[in-house]
């Protein structure tokens, strides 16, 4: 008797400006069968608008699931459960994909799973890693920068967060004030990795400030540093390159300043070696991956983060969150798409 084939999961991903769709399953060797993405440009305005980014939505999702489809050779009949992000993000994009999502499962008379963005950042890394319950979890993107400790699928402490900016958003922010490109922590990296050029002063390299730092909690700040990158940009102390190395210096310095602290309360229920998982878009920083990877390793930790088209949104960290739960019964679905969905939340609706 041939062994049953692994289950196959849809995934939906709209909560900001990338309409994607995903099909993953439980093969080790191959767990990602699909993972499209069909992004916008919102170069024009310098960031995304809500209501352009719910239209686009609704004008690609249907050919997006349909290559999602296609690309993993599979029929709609052959998905097993369907899950598609419900919050936190931008209220129309959310209800463009969960609405659809519902749909389509229940016209399959498929389980359907709402799935929170954020836990689908910090599950991803479980996709090509083995990491064990409990983890340290730090996530970084544009709208968040938070550490956590994973206790198990839906349970999740918080240690701290952002008081103010997130990590991604201020990148964004200073990139935009030098005129770079959107999403601003890809421009901000790439011009940081630039060489001493013959316009900057080789004497004096700008020196931003790294809030928080020292503090006895886990929690971040990035609007100080913001402003003081403004300034510097239109006192014109820099060039581009110098802001972009002073500002990835900072953020860098902040994070693992902050997350130094977090393993500290982690050695408490997790005395030896475990595993410090890095999500989110910004997790894609090499400079940051580097230096967090030099702490993990002074700690006795593991650092897993996942590949770096994994980072940034896509529909594989969200379909890859349903199969978790559809493998342990852990069916979820909310009433309606959640703007605001704390992850210390999602075990209330589990």
């Given at each position: 008797?041939?062994?049953?084939r692994p289950?196959?999961?849809?995934?939906?991903?709209?909560?900001?400006?990338?309409?994607?769709?995903?099909?993953?399953?439980?093969?080790?060797?191959?767990?990602?069968?699909?993972?499209?993405i069909?992004?916008?440009?919102?170069?024009?305005?310098?960031?995304?608008?809500?209501?352009?980014?719910?239209?686009?939505?609704?004008?690609?999702?249907?050919?997006?699931?349909?290559?999602?489809?296609?690309?993993?050779?599979?029929?709609p009949?052959?998905?097993?459960?369907?899950?598609?992000?419900?919050?936190?993000?931008?209220?129309?994009?959310?209800?463009?994909?969960?609405?659809?999502?519902?749909?389509?499962?229940?016209?399959?008379?498929?389980?359907?799973?709402?799935?929170?963005?954020?836990?689908?950042?910090?599950?991803?890394?479980?996709?090509?890693?083995?990491?064990?319950?409990?983890?340290?979890i730090?996530?970084?993107?544009?709208?968040?920068?938070?550490?956590?400790?994973?206790?198990?699928?839906?349970?999740?402490?918080?240690?701290?967060?952002?008081?103010?900016?997130?990590?991604?958003?201020?990148f964004?922010?200073?990139?935009?004030?030098?005129?770079?490109?959107?999403?601003?922590?890809?421009?901000?990296?790439?011009?940081?990795?630039?060489?001493?050029?013959?316009?900057?002063?080789?004497?004096t390299?700008?020196?931003?400030?790294?809030?928080?730092?020292?503090?006895?909690?886990?929690?971040?700040?990035?609007?100080?540093?913001?402003?003081?990158?403004?300034?510097?940009?239109?006192?014109?102390?820099a060039?581009?390159?110098?802001?972009?190395?002073?500002?990835?210096?900072?953020?860098?310095?902040?994070?693992?300043?902050?997350?130094?602290?977090?393993?500290?309360?982690?050695?408490?229920?997790?005395?030896?070696?475990?595993?410090?998982?890095?999500?989110?878009?910004?997790?894609?920083?090499?400079q940051?991956?580097?230096?967090?990877?030099?702490?993990?390793?002074?700690?006795?930790?593991?650092?897993?983060?996942?590949?770096?088209?994994?980072c940034?949104?896509?529909?594989?960290?969200i379909?890859?969150?349903?199969?978790?739960?559809?493998?342990?019964?852990?069916?979820?679905?909310?009433?309606?798409?959640?703007?605001?969905?704390?992850?210390?939340?999602?075990?209330?609706?589990?």
């Amino acid at each position: 008797m041939s062994n049953p084939r692994p289950p196959f999961v849809l995934g939906i991903e709209t909560s900001c400006d990338e309409t994607a769709a995903a099909v993953v399953c439980a093969d080790p060797n191959q767990p990602i069968l699909s993972n499209i993405i069909a992004r916008q440009d919102h170069n024009t305005f310098g960031g995304v608008i809500p209501e352009v980014a719910a239209r686009q939505h609704l004008r690609t999702i249907t050919p997006t699931i349909k290559r999602a489809l296609a690309t993993a050779k599979l029929k709609p009949h052959e998905i097993d459960a369907v899950a598609a992000t419900s919050g936190p993000g931008l209220l129309g994009g959310l209800i463009v994909g969960a609405s659809f999502g519902q749909s389509f499962a229940a016209g399959l008379k498929r389980p359907f799973f709402s799935i929170n963005h954020l836990e689908g950042h910090l599950l991803s890394a479980r996709i090509h890693h083995s990491v064990w319950f409990p983890f340290l979890i730090l996530l970084i993107s544009g709208g968040h920068t938070e550490l956590m400790i994973a206790h198990d699928i839906g349970v999740y402490q918080s240690l701290g967060r952002t008081i103010d900016d997130a990590a991604g958003e201020a990148f964004d922010k200073v990139a935009r004030a030098l005129g770079l490109g959107y999403p601003g922590g890809e421009e901000i990296e790439k011009y940081a990795n630039i060489e001493n050029d013959s316009t900057e002063n080789k004497d004096t390299d700008l020196i931003l400030p790294r809030p928080m730092i020292g503090r006895e909690n886990c929690d971040f700040s990035f609007s100080g540093l913001k402003t003081a990158a403004f300034r510097a940009i239109q006192a014109k102390q820099a060039s581009t390159a110098q802001v972009c190395r002073a500002m990835s210096s900072a953020i860098s310095d902040c994070l693992v300043d902050r997350t130094a602290r977090a393993i500290q309360h982690y050695r408490r229920i997790q005395p030896h070696s475990g595993h410090l998982v890095v999500a989110g878009g910004v997790a894609a920083n090499q400079q940051i991956k580097a230096a967090l990877d030099d702490l993990s390793t002074r700690n006795g930790m593991k650092l897993c983060a996942p590949p770096r088209d994994l980072c940034t949104d896509n529909a594989a960290m969200i379909a890859w969150a349903g199969l978790e739960r559809l493998s342990r019964c852990r069916a979820m679905a909310v009433d309606a798409p959640r703007p605001r969905w704390p992850l210390t939340k999602l075990a209330a609706v589990g």
